[in-house]
């Protein structure tokens, strides 16, 4: 090559990397669409090609369960032993005792306030019918969390010792986290036949996590002077340990403990799927598949409360360091044996029955009635945005629009007429200077033409790898087009993207809302006031009670689906866009304000960049929420790695259920290192 | 030793083993630094020298080659910027961090050669440190802070609680025994920094940069204290500071550092009427220019050359304020006590000459 020859090439403008990645997709996207019909495996991945993948997993799978099932038969034996101790004490125990022991651990715990808390929430379970249940679940509950806090404890303690062996575990606690419940509870199943142990130890895995993470975030926060004192004072390792770092980390290490209290109830509740024990979950699946919505209700409820004074107890804990005095703490544990002395008095010493059963029907009445008489107006919610919304995203604006749903037929001359459109539309946006706003409308375009799940599988992996090239660099774009193309050969493709479809709309829509409740929230003190308790309660609450309300209103379905899954995920967009917002330095709102801007240019040209890394970040909780969110989904009708997964718990196949999860798993970390990716270069830009 | 020659390092004592003694420190940061020193070390040259090839491997060279004895019962100051390694040289003194090469005895043992055992024994019994930032255990009372030294080195409850009222006494917290460290104001916490370094009755006194995070009030009212707990104990102490006044007022001796080396180790008057170079000179100029050097010090008592009485100074006069008085005369003026008698005569001459020389 001549020198002559070079110079030009080097004199040549570079595009930047966003706009580079942009075109290439538009690129791969144009030359698939154009030879669809030529190519037809440029669309559709050819079966041919795909590997057994399920079925491979599941014979290895089974192997190795199989070899290792006398040991965990042993394990569920010995676990048994707890249980039904734990179970004795709480079920067998009288509930004048319970309350008042719960009330004066409130009492000690928070005062007041927490004393009435608890000895509400408890009333209002014991009044509601479902007294046993509940502590049913507790005993699970109480049992789980000790071995949650135990393994996660001294993962975070190893991880702390063992500084080489930190990335790999922090790795895994991320996979613990990111593959969906349902999935582990089949090789859980299978390890330790059908009954409650399942449900304890799938408890157990899923809240030790956080307990490590806060644990190890803890002692690494310890003061740097309060750790080399201790070495001064000439504590041997095992003392600072001991003695020094881990109660100074108290605080952190009981966020961990409340944190893993509520993952073990959550998770104890959504084990009830597979049955064998008669907990509150199980009541709330029963009720629902019955179709009593008022009973599903009120047991929903109590699910609610019982999260909401687990946590607040636990939670002050962690916070506070004041204890309150000890001899109303014994005064109240002392009234609650009276009171169950009293019961056996009077010969009366099972639970009441509900107060609640008479009100549970009513409410199932009139939801009855009231669906009835406004059925018309919910289906039309329901088919409107069916076929206005979901389905063009779904299978693409050229099969959705049909006479019947739309009241014309599509032809292509209205895909070329809309394409020709968006182009000249993007060229003008290019024109204009936005060439990343033209690319991406015309990308838009193409998706909702197209439809997310019948896009062609080169445009989606070249799309995923020229984000993930922008967001991070070569790595992760190798990474996730690695990742993919597992996918892709397994031949889990098509759920994965149908998957992708619905928790991609219910992202959409979480951020469109989202992001204006938080806007709304921080320009306004009044609407966070009001919003910050339901977002509260919405985190508090088990992910399985989200389908009771959208279930009522919308039976089962894609669209009950989608509403649940955005009723979950919104709440970190509204955290974190508020956050964001409210956190910009007051010198830099000052010297907006004294440059001469608005209020509104104040919010678009100063606060609203300066959230942006915060406001991603919520993004990226918001996926992970959603992906969460959508394996539960599974139980009231969705398409794609969702059911598989619940499909496979029932029919106890090992292999898709670790296969689909393992597919889900993937979605999550991919759309997760994006986002954060994205977090990350935006926080860099501004030099945070 | 080879390298310690040459910096007019002296003991105050010579008859005296030094309490403490090091040799050829060396700090390194980097992966694998110890070889990589030996590297550098093998090439020959100056400290500097080696640093610099350091340097250029991507190395930082936090102390350099630090060279000091501290007699038995000397107050041993070590000053300089922040960043110029002396933290970590105490870090490495006390093997908080391992140093990368070098030599530290304490009271005769070699401390680099004791097992972690015996180091956790040189801690309990012999050794004390106290933290810049205090450093204090945030779930422990007072009390409980105080006796943690002996607490991890078996002693009971009692017995503990009851050695440790004298030196609470002694750093003025009686009363306050139950009280958290989140309830303490600055200056309190750093009471129960000092009582707890002590409770080991150690004989070797670390104190990195004790009373920097404190109100100049609280500073100057600890400082005093301390000096008063020092006389009391006569233990062998090494004090790290960034604030020359501290240290011109504390030491007996001071060591200055800059990026990683000592370059002057002397008295108080040492260092301000000899700075060996100018970054020492910097040092010293902002303290002695007539603000810390009374009038008394150039005071000729026996002169009976007729002094000029209208002004008259007082002794404990600052030079600066004398020379503000006597601005406008040629001649000697007079020097009074409170009770207004003649104590002698300064020229005004010798006032302008003592604030030059410091410049």
């Known amino acids: ?688 | 030793m080879e390298t310690c020659r040459g910096r007019g390092d002296t003991l105050i004592s010579m008859a005296e083993q030094p309490a403490i003694s090091v040799a050829g420190l060396w700090q390194v940061f980097g992966s694998d630094a110890a070889s990589a020193f030996r590297r550098a070390q093998n090439d020959g040259g100056s400290a500097r020298d080696i640093a610099g090839r350091l340097e250029n491997q991507g190395y930082i060279s936090a102390v350099r080659d630090a060279c000091f004895e501290v007699a038995e019962g000397e107050l041993f100051v070590i000053m300089g910027l922040s960043g110029s390694g002396k933290s970590t040289l105490l870090r490495g003194i006390s093997r908080l961090v391992e140093p990368t090469a070098g030599h530290v005895s304490i009271e005769g043992e070699d401390v680099l050669a004791a097992s972690k055992a015996r180091m956790t024994e040189l801690r309990r019994s012999r050794i004390g440190m106290v933290f810049q930032h205090f450093g204090l255990f945030p779930h422990m009372s007072v009390i409980d802070n105080v006796a943690f030294p002996l607490k991890v080195g078996g002693m009971g409850r009692r017995e503990r609680h009851d050695k440790v009222q004298d030196i609470i006494e002694m750093v003025g917290l009686k009363g306050r025994e139950g009280a958290y460290p989140r309830e303490l104001s600055g200056g309190q916490r750093q009471r129960v920094g000092i009582a707890r370094s002590l409770a080991g009755d150690c004989s070797v006194w670390f104190l990195d940069e004790p009373f920097s995070a404190l109100d100049p009030l609280i500073r100057r009212q600890l400082q005093d204290e301390f000096l008063d707990i020092r006389a009391r104990l006569n233990t062998t102490i090494v004090f790290i500071t960034h604030d020359i006044a501290e240290a011109l007022k504390l030491a007996d001796r001071i060591a200055i550092m800059r990026d990683g080396e000592i370059v002057q180790i002397g008295t108080p008057a040492d260092i301000v009427l000899h700075p060996v170079d100018d970054y020492v000179r910097e040092f010293a100029r902002d303290v002695v220019r007539g603000r810390h050097a009374k009038v008394g010090s150039i005071m000729r008592a026996d002169d009976d050359r007729a002094a000029n009485g209208t002004p008259g100074l007082r002794p404990d006069m600052t030079l600066e304020d004398a020379l503000a008085t006597c601005m406008a005369h040629y001649e000697p003026v007079a020097v009074y006590d409170d009770g207004g008698n003649l104590l002698g005569t300064v020229d005004p001459q010798d006032i302008a000459s003592a604030l030059k020389a410091d410049r």
Request: charged share 10%; net charge neutral; hydrophobic share 55%.
């Open chain 1, 1 to 688: 090559m001549s020198a002559s020859r070079e110079l030009p090439a080097a004199s040549m403008p570079r595009l930047p990397r966003g706009q580079l990645a942009a075109l290439l997709t538009l690129f791969t996207g144009a030359i698939c669409l154009l030879l669809q019909d030529y190519a037809p495996w440029m669309v559709r991945f050819p079966e041919a090609w795909t590997l057994p993948a399920t079925e491979l997993v599941g014979a290895g799978l089974d192997a190795v369960l199989s070899a290792i099932k006398p040991v965990m038969r042993a394990w569920s034996w010995l676990l048994s032993f707890p249980m039904s101790w734990a179970n004795a004490v709480l079920v067998g125990s009288p509930w004048p005792l319970i309350i008042g022991a719960f009330t004066a651990a409130g009492w000690y715990i928070g005062g007041f306030r927490m004393a009435s808390l608890t000895f509400l929430g408890f009333g209002f379970v014991l009044l509601s019918g479902y007294w046993n249940e509940s502590m049913n679940t507790l005993s699970l509950v109480s049992v789980s969390v000790p071995l949650a806090v135990l393994a996660g404890g001294s993962l975070g303690i190893l991880a702390n010792e063992v500084p080489r062996i930190r990335a790999a575990l922090l790795a895994t606690l991320d996979a613990m986290q990111t593959i969906p419940t349902f999935a582990y509870l089949t090789p859980l199943l299978l390890l330790f036949g059908f009954g409650p142990v399942v449900g304890l130890v799938a408890s157990a895995i899923y809240a030790a996590p956080p307990m490590a993470r806060n644990v190890i975030l803890g002692l690494e926060r310890v003061d740097p002077e309060v750790k080399e004192a201790s070495i001064m004072s000439g504590a041997s390792r095992w003392q600072q340990l001991f003695l020094v770092e881990i109660p100074a980390a108290g605080q952190q290490i009981m966020v961990g403990v409340n944190q893993c209290l509520m993952a073990s109830l959550s998770m104890v509740i959504i084990a009830a799927v597979i049955g064998g024990f008669n907990d509150i979950g199980w009541e709330v699946l029963l009720t629902m598949r019955k179709a009593q919505f008022g009973q599903a209700f009120l047991a929903g409820l109590v699910i609610v409360i019982f999260a909401i004074v687990i946590d607040r107890l636990s939670g002050s804990l962690a916070l506070e360091r004041k204890r309150h005095d000890r001899r109303v703490t014994w005064g109240l544990l002392l009234a609650g044996a009276v009171g169950a002395v009293l019961l056996a008095l009077t010969g009366a010493d099972a639970a009441p029955e509900g107060v609640f059963s008479a009100a549970a029907v009513a409410v199932d009445d009139s939801l009855g009635a009231f669906t009835a008489a406004h059925g018309a107006t919910l289906d039309g919610i329901k088919t409107s945005a069916m076929f206005y919304g979901l389905l063009p995203l779904r299978i693409g604006l050229d099969q959705a629009v049909l006479p019947f749903t739309w009241g014309f037929q599509w032809t292509s001359a209205m895909s070329l007429w809309l394409f020709a459109v968006a182009i000249l539309a993007g060229l003008g946006l290019a024109a204009t200077g936005r060439h990343m706003a033209g690319a991406g409308l015309v990308i838009a375009v193409g998706v909702v033409e197209t439809g997310i799940a019948e896009l062609p599988w080169p445009f989606v992996i070249v799309g995923t790898m020229a984000l993930a090239w922008v967001a991070q660099g070569t790595r992760l774009a190798v990474l996730s087009a690695a990742l993919l193309g597992l996918v892709l050969i397994s031949g889990l493709w098509d759920r994965a993207l149908l998957s992708l479809y619905l928790s991609g709309a219910a992202v959409v829509a979480c951020v469109v809302v989202g992001g204006a409740i938080g806007l709304l929230s921080a320009v306004s003190g009044i609407a966070w006031m009001i919003i910050r308790p339901i977002c509260d309660m919405l985190q508090t609450i088990p992910l399985f009670v989200f389908l009771i309300p959208t279930l009522m209103f919308f039976q089962i379905g894609e669209f009950s689906a989608f509403l649940a899954i955005c009723a979950y995920a919104v709440v970190p967009m509204i955290r974190y866009t508020r956050h964001g917002l409210v956190s910009t330095p007051p010198e830099m709102l000052e010297a907006a304000t004294s440059s001469g801007a608005t209020p509104w240019q104040t919010m678009t040209d100063v606060r609203m960049p300066y959230a942006a890394p915060t406001i991603l970040l919520g993004l990226n909780q918001t996926i992970l929420y959603a992906f969460a969110m959508l394996v539960i989904a599974a139980l009231i009708g969705t398409t794609g790695l969702g059911q598989s997964i619940y499909l496979a718990l029932g029919q106890a196949d090992v292999g898709l259920g670790v296969s689909a999860g393992a597919a889900m798993a993937i979605l999550a970390f991919v759309a997760d290192r994006l986002a954060q990716g994205f977090a990350e270069e935006r926080r860099k830009a501004l030099g945070l």
